[in-house]
């Protein structure tokens, strides 16, 4: 049998399994790794772990977080730009969707993102974990189940016929979770024995991964070639933001100003999982498909585009609220619990969060393998109402972005601009959590929780 019987501990106070090595399941075990009397065994589907994906962005909050965790000093010099070095980012707000383009103004100044290469980031928390955890990629998970008392074990089921047994088993599988599938079965079996068939059938719905109706395409152009077709243009020195009718495209500088990154959006308003159900979530994709979106949008747009050689696309995939992150010794983290949007950069920075929750409950000595459960219910408490606020800001923020948040669409003739400065300072204050708030209080919060100085609720 493989698994977390090959303990690294002799008398572990908690045995821990995470399922799923992505930002989430690395995180939390980075952050579990200091701590010396658990068993934390981390699996994967992949057959190598730290792979290539889109980059990864954290927002001050999230930063603070992972600093509290330990990990800052690890990932720290894989930032694009040190974090101490970090100067803020002003962004123009434009309108792009007609042919003579729209007046521009600074509508949004962030405190610039902390940004990672995916793959060095995940290396720099594998190289924490190196020794202290049980790493095991390869193994796809299948099922799990649990009785109803603790501490008898949570059991694994691996596609490879191999099982294995843990305390407490933490879903970071990402936005097709089997955990969150098999979590809301066994919810469902629950609620129906108790005669609530219609909670039973949502919790199931629920469970299943939605296409958000945004698609996004990540491209970098070169900066001599866009200075060539457009020596003026104003994304060579000031990162833009440009809105349009079911789309959007933020281009900026990066690499000291040799190259420009772009990201377009493109929504269809209303779509729903089975217009996209055939599709891969992540594809290559050609020139032609961006420019046929942005078809009509103004010279400087078109410009930018035709720099493009080719792009990566995602079909952006959602999970709907969840009632709960988790059933008693098993919980759900990351993508799993609250795959969201990218219209906030957020969903990295609320695993990065879930984590410094979650990591705090665990180790807490008041968490063994009798009271996993209460901690459990603790995290829910905390992090659910805060990660679903998060998602659904950054579900409002699509629909400003694209001009499809309920009474407030522009005009596609006239210039509409009363309705664009609300649009802008709608997005602008959208943003303020991101950099103004820390997930600080939500910690005390959680341990109060714990240790039963308040109530536990949401
Ligand atoms: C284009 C784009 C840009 C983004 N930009 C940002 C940004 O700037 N900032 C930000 O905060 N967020 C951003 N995000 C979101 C962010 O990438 C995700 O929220 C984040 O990667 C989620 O991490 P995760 O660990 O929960 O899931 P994942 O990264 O999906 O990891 C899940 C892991 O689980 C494994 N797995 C799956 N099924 C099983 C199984 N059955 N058994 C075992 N293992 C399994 C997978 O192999 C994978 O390694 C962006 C997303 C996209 C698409």
Redesign the pocket.
Known sequence: MIGIEDALTPHPRLRVAI????????TLAAALSRTSDFDVAL????PE?A?A???????PR?WQAANAMGLAHALAPAAIVPPDRLVPVAFDFRRGDRAHGGAAAPQLVTPG?I?FP?QDFQRALLSLVAGSCGLHPG????SFSQRTSAPEPVQLF??DGSLATCNVLVG????????RACMARAVADELTAAGEAPAAQAALHAARAQWSGTT?Y?ATVASDALREKSPEHRVLTTPQVYLGKDAELTAYPIARGSRVSI?AFVVRPGSSEEARSDEP??ADAPREELALAFGGWEPEVQALLDCVASA?R?A?HTTAPLRSFAHRRVVL????AH??T?YQ???????VEDAYILSALLTHPATTAHTAERAAAVYDAVRRPEAQRVAEVSREAGQLYTFNYPDLVPDPESDGEEMLQETYERIRRGWEWAWESSARPDLERAVAMLEGRVPIST
Not at 43 to 46: C, L, N, S, T
Not at 172 to 179: F, L, M, Y
Not at 345 to 350: D, L
Request: aromatic share 6%; with cysteine; net charge negative.
């Open positions: 399922c799923g090595a992505g930002v989430a399941g690395l699996y994967d589907a992949a772990l792979r994906g889109p980059a990864v962005g954290l927002w999230a993102m940004s995916r193994k796809r998970l299948v691996f596609e970071a599988d990402g936005v097709d979770s089997t955990v996004v990540q990201a979530h992540e990566r995602w952006v983290l990351g993508d799993a795959a969201m990218p950069g957020a969903g990295a920075g609320q695993a």
